[in-house]
C-alpha cells in the first residue's frame, strides 16, 4: 500500500469513481450484447428463460452484410500486412535516429490527430485527379494512416525490453545489425509485433469515417452497418455489433495476457 | 553501431506513407481552398481568392467551428475529471493483478467499433431506453425524458465514453514520476490527502493531463460518428458541417474548413509538444 493512501476512506473514494469509469466505458456496449439475445424485435433485455440465437442465426442469410463482412476483411487483412511491417521498420528506425527520435514519433504519430473526415475527403480529392477510381483499395489506403500511428507506438512500447547493452554486447562479439535484428531484438519485440497485427487489423476492420469519401460501389461493414442502425432495422443488427464486440475483446484481451505473461 | 543512414532507410516506408497518403493530400487541400469554383468544369481553377474563406462567415458556420471546439475542450476537462480517479487507482490502490485488469479493461475501448459503442448509447438513452424504464419504475418521472437522446447531451456522453482511455494512458505514463517517498514525506509532515494530492501528484502528473485533454480535444473536435449517431437534427460539429458543404460540391468551401480546423488541431498538439514535450511521455527507452 502506497503511504498516503492508506485511509479506506480515500480508497472507496477513489474505486467509487473508477466505477464510474468503467460503467460509462462498458454499461451500454454490454447491455447492447444482452439485447441480442432476446428473440423479441422491440430492443430490451431478455428474460433468463428466453435466451435466444435466434438473431445471430438470422445473420447468415443477409447477403449484403456478408458482402459487406467481406469488403472489409480483405481491406483489414491488406492494412494488417503493410502497417505491421512499416511500423516494426519504423520502430528500428527509431532505434538508429538518434537524436532525430522526437521528431520521427512526432511526424508517425500526427495523421492520428487528422480528424477523419478531412483525412477521407483530402484523398479521395486527390485520387480523383489522379484518375484512380474508388475501389477496396483506396479505403485500404485511407486506413493505413489510422493503422500505422498505432502499431508504431505499440511496437515502441515492446523496444523497451531491448537494453543498449544487449546490442552493444552482441555487436562486441561481432554480430552484424541483421544478426542482432533477427536473434535478439525481433525475439524480444514479439509481444509488440503481434499487438501491431491485432490492432491493425481491428481498426481497419471497425473504422468508418475514413471509409466514407473512400469507399467504391461495396460498402465496408461499418458503412453498411450504419445505414442499417438508422433505418430502424432488423435486431439483426444488435446481433452483429454483439458479435463484433465479443470478437473484438477477445482478441485484444489475449494480447493483452501475452504480454503481461511475459513481463510478469 | 546505430548509424543514422540505416535508420532513414529503414524509416523510409512508414515516411514515405505518411508523406504521400497524409501530408501531401492535406496540403493540396490547404492550396486548392485558395482556388476558386469554376462552373463550366464542376471543379476548382487556380485562383489566390479568399472567397471560400468568406462563405465560413454565411450562416454560422464560424459559430459551428467554435462551439465544436468548445465541445471538444468541456469533453476532455469531463474525461480528466473521470479518468483521473481511475489512473490513481490504477497506480496506487489497486493490487498488480487488479491493476493489470484495470488497464486491459481500459485497452479493450481503443480497438472496438467506435461507431458500435456510439449506436449503443440509443439503447441507453431512447425514450424506451434503460434509463428512461429506471427512472420510470423508480417513479421519479412519469413521461420518458426526451432530451436524453438526439441532443447536445448524448454527444457529449458518447465523447466522453468513447475517448475517456485516451486520458487515462498519458496520466499513467505521468504517474510514474511521482517516487512513493515523496508521498510518504508529505505524510510524514503532516499533509492530508488533499493536500499532498494538490501540492505533489497534480503538479508532478502536469504533462500527463496536458497530453490527456489534448487527445480528446483532438479527437473530439474531429469526431464525426458520435454526432451521426447520437446528435439531434439540428447538431452540428465540423465534420457534420464538412459533409453537408460536399453534399452540394462547394469544394472550396469544405477545403477553406478543413484547412481552418487542420490550422487549429495540428497547431494544438505542435504547440502542446513544444510546451510539454509530448513526445517524453512516451520515450522511456
Known amino acids: 500500500m502506497h503511504a498516503g493512501f492508506e485511509r479506506w476512506q480515500i480508497r472507496a473514494c477513489i474505486w467509487a469513481l473508477t466505477l464510474v469509469a468503467l460503467v460509462i466505458v462498458y454499461l451500454p456496449p454490454v447491455y447492447l450484447l444482452g439485447v441480442s439475445f432476446n428473440p423479441a424485435l422491440q430492443p430490451a433485455l431478455p428474460s433468463l428463460g428466453n435466451i435466444s440465437l435466434k438473431w445471430y442465426q438470422a445473420l447468415l442469410h443477409e447477403r449484403g452484410l456478408l458482402r459487406a463482412l467481406n469488403e472489409s ?112 531484438v525481433l525475439p524480444l519485440i514479439l509481444p509488440g509485433v503481434i499487438g501491431a497485427i491485432v490492432f491493425s487489423f481491428l481498426l481497419s476492420f471497425n473504422e468508418f469515417a475514413r471509409s466514407s469519401y473512400l469507399v467504391g460501389r461495396q460498402n465496408t461493414l461499418p458503412l453498411d452497418m450504419f445505414g442499417k442502425m438508422n433505418s430502424g432495422a432488423s435486431p439483426t443488427i444488435y446481433a452483429l455489433s454483439g458479435l463484433i464486440l465479443l470478437v473484438s475483446a477477445l482478441l485484444v484481451g489475449v494480447v493483452l495476457a501475452m504480454a503481461a505473461g511475459r513481463r510478469g | ?179 512513493p517517498s515523496f508521498l510518504a514525506a508529505a505524510q510524514d509532515m503532516g499533509a492530508g490527502f488533499l493536500r499532498t494530492l494538490v501540492t505533489i501528484i497534480i503538479p508532478l502528473t502536469k504533462p500527463g493531463i496536458f497530453a490527456g485533454f489534448l487527445f480528446v480535444f483532438v479527437m473530439s473536435a474531429g469526431s464525426s460518428t458520435e454526432v451521426q449517431m447520437l446528435g439531434g437534427a439540428g447538431a452540428s460539429m465540423i465534420s457534420i458541417m464538412i459533409n453537408d458543404v460536399m453534399r452540394v460540391v462547394n469544394f472550396p468551401l469544405a477545403f477553406a474548413i478543413s484547412t481552418v480546423v487542420l490550422v487549429a488541431l495540428i497547431g494544438a498538439v505542435l504547440l502542446g509538444n513544444a510546451r510539454f514535450g509530448l513526445t517524453r511521455l512516451f520515450e522511456d527507452f
Open chain 1, 73 to 184: 476483411l480483405l481491406i483489414a487483412a491488406v492494412v494488417t500486412l503493410v502497417s505491421t511491417v512499416a511500423a516494426i521498420a519504423a520502430a528500428l528506425a527509431y532505434l538508429e535516429l538518434g537524436r532525430l527520435r522526437n521528431a520521427w514519433f512526432l511526424l508517425v504519430i500526427l495523421p492520428m490527430f487528422v480528424p477523419g473526415i478531412i483525412q477521407g475527403l483530402a484523398l479521395s480529392v486527390v485520387f480523383n485527379r489522379w484518375q484512380l477510381a474508388p475501389f477496396w483499395g483506396t479505403v485500404a489506403l485511407g486506413h493505413l494512416l489510422w493503422a500505422l500511428p498505432f502499431a508504431f507506438t505499440v511496437v515502441l512500447t515492446s523496444m523497451t525490453s531491448v537494453r543498449r547493452s544487449y546490442l552493444l554486447a552482441a555487436a562486441d562479439l561481432g554480430a552484424g545489425w541483421w544478426r542482432r535484428t533477427c536473434d535478439i
Open chain 2, 1 to 179: 553501431m546505430f548509424r543514422i543512414g540505416r535508420g532513414f532507410a529503414l524509416a523510409s516506408p512508414a515516411l514515405l506513407l505518411t508523406l504521400i497518403l497524409g501530408f501531401a493530400p492535406l496540403a493540396v487541400v490547404v492550396v486548392w481552398s485558395f482556388w476558386a469554383w469554376d462552373p463550366a468544369t464542376y471543379w476548382i481553377r487556380p485562383d489566390l481568392s479568399l472567397a471560400a474563406y468568406a462563405q465560413i462567415g454565411e450562416v454560422g458556420r464560424w459559430w459551428v467551428i467554435v462551439t465544436s471546439l468548445f465541445k471538444a475542450a468541456l469533453a476532455a476537462l469531463a474525461c480528466l475529471a473521470v479518468g483521473y480517479p481511475a489512473a490513481l487507482a490504477v497506480h496506487f490502490v489497486a493490487s498488480r493483478r487488479m491493476a493489470l485488469v484495470l488497464i486491459g479493461a481500459f485497452t479493450v475501448p481503443f480497438f472496438t467499433s467506435y461507431l458500435i459503442r456510439a449506436f449503443s448509447w440509443r439503447l441507453v438513452l431512447g425514450r424506451t431506453g434503460l434509463i428512461n424504464d429506471w427512472l420510470m419504475q423508480a417513479g421519479i418521472i412519469s413521461e420518458p425524458l426526451d432530451w436524453l437522446l438526439f441532443s447536445d447531451f448524448a454527444v457529449m456522453i458518447g465523447l466522453i465514453a468513447s475517448y475517456l482511455p485516451f486520458v487515462i494512458f498519458p496520466l499513467l505514463l505521468a504517474l510514474r514520476r511521482v517516487e
